[in-house]
């Protein structure tokens, strides 16, 4: 474990040990040690200053597209990256390559958090929203991977360019799977039947891959994904094969009425796509992981429907 002192609240409240808790600030996560050199990337915005001395108690107020966030939820997820570190694990990878990186300096704040599961189990790639004006990793990225990787499964979550629109959002995510391709012994990842999850506009992203493929956005020509986890996004553009789907919507979402989704489920399982549709009563957008709503308990549902279709791979079926 680490052995460090905090400021503020979080040196009365955060033990020993280097543990955020809700009384933590941002400031502490810009300055915990075992955040150095992608903290910043940790946060929702790329363009902004931030108050440092707001507790993680009031983090969703940096989330504007967003509901229901739960900072236990939030400083557990990034408890066990200051975990992680703290074993000798890295957390934290470019898939820009220097050059890359020089050639587009945005690329820069870009990045994939690795929460590991079992050595060589099969990959996830969060991809949080934001309306592709900031990435909320904090409510719909590491805990999700926090939960994904409790069931053995290797999680990433990615921190695309913000600002930019979904066309160059989406080129990120081709960018990160083609990586983790490329380097899946090096990761301890297994590369087949990978899943893609997004919210939002991270749902765009993922389900553009899986109806298209990484290279129709400029990454490798590697395999779909064969589950796709999307909550509550307008998304409606299919192909003839898709991976099975997993769709999450609040019935009250005003940003990505229910209606819409529905007619996207509805078109997907006439193309013989298996689908499992969840709507979630009184909830409306950017709900997350739903922790203490209607929705609490979808990411396990989730993780079961990419068990099932995992198990059925191995197995040698379709």
Known sequence: MLSLLLTGAAAEAGGPQGYLTV???????LRHPAFTGFGRLILPWDDRDYDESLPLTGIGSL????????????????????????????????????????????REKTGLFLFRGKPGAPFAVICPGGGFSYVGSVHEGFPYAEAVSSKGFNAFVLKYRAGRGGAVAT??????????????????????????????AGARMAA??????????????????????????????????????????GENDGIAPPAVMERRVEALRKSGTPVQYHKYR???????????????????EAIRFWEQQSTSLRKGRP
């Open 282 to 300: 009184n909830l409306g957008h950017g709900f997350g992981p739903g922790i203490g709503t209607s929705a609490e308990g979808w990411l396990n």
């Open 63 to 106: 989330l504007p597209y967003h509901t229901h966030v739960d900072p236990e939820s939030v400083t557990t997820a990034l408890n066990r990256m200051i975990d992680d570190v703290s074993s000798g694990k890295t957390v934290f990878y470019r898939f820009y390559s220097n050059t890359e990186m020089q050639r587009q300096p945005a």
């Open 171 to 200: 080129e990120d995510l081709a960018a990160a799977v083609s990586y983790i391709f490329h380097n899946a012994a090096t990761l301890g990842v297994g590369t087949r039947g990978y899943s893609l999850w997004g919210s939002s």
């Open 23 to 29: 009384r933590s600030t941002v400031g502490d996560i």
């Open 208 to 249: 553009a891959i899986g109806s298209h493929g990484a290279a129709r956005y400029g990454g490798s020509n590697v395999p779909k994904p064969s589950v796709v986890v999307i909550a509550y996004t307008g998304h409606s553009d299919y192909a003839a094969a898709e991976p099975h789907t997993f769709v999450v919507v």
